[in-house]
């Protein structure tokens, strides 16, 4: 398997919505588009680990999280998850946050000095959370997910409730940290897709509908959703 390789077949039935969320590539960086409640952080969640209801096949970057006879809690994944609003600890400072998910030990500290540095965010170390603005808070929880050293990098709307100089800004972040990784970025905003994808998924109503290369799906969308999102006239 491709050191890159994603190899994930997820099935089974959560409240109303039969989900069917299976995809393979050996692209590094792939971007998941489609309406609301088609089920895309849900997909997010099965590969952290917790999203129980899905039975499956999980391989990522020539590991498996998930088979018929294994289950790897979200613990052991090592996976950088940044969720919508960002899920950020409000009692601890702008380090403290980043800290969290170095496990302590020599060498914690820098580490996490070092992801702030990389996402822009040296300057913020000793301020609190409710003292920042939407895209600082942002960017201290991508610096979170990439101080652990992750496997993967799962981002959940990470521009959304941006302002539009913000959301410019921390694109060219994520596109230059996000260059040499394993990631997934769900988004609603086409110009994400183009600067943080390799590969796209298109996910309505619980099923992944189409998938590809990036330039491909934009440029030959196979269903309304799709080619509504695009600006492609059908």
Known sequence: MSANQWDVTLRGRLGSLELDLSFATSAARVVVVGPNGAGKSTLLRALVGAELGLTGQVCVGGQTWQDATLYTPPERRRIGFVPQGCGL???????????????????????????????????LGTRGVGELSGGERQRVALARALAAEPSAVLLDEPLAALDPVARIELRAVLHAQLRDRIAITVTHDDRDVAALGDWLLVVEDGRVVQQGPVNQVRAGPETPFGAAFFGVTP
């Open 89 to 123: 600890f409000m009692h601890l400072n702008v380090l403290g946050n980043v800290g969290f998910g170095c496990g302590g030990g020599a060498g914690a500290h820098q580490r996490a000095m070092d992801a702030l540095i990389a996402v822009g965010g040296a300057h």
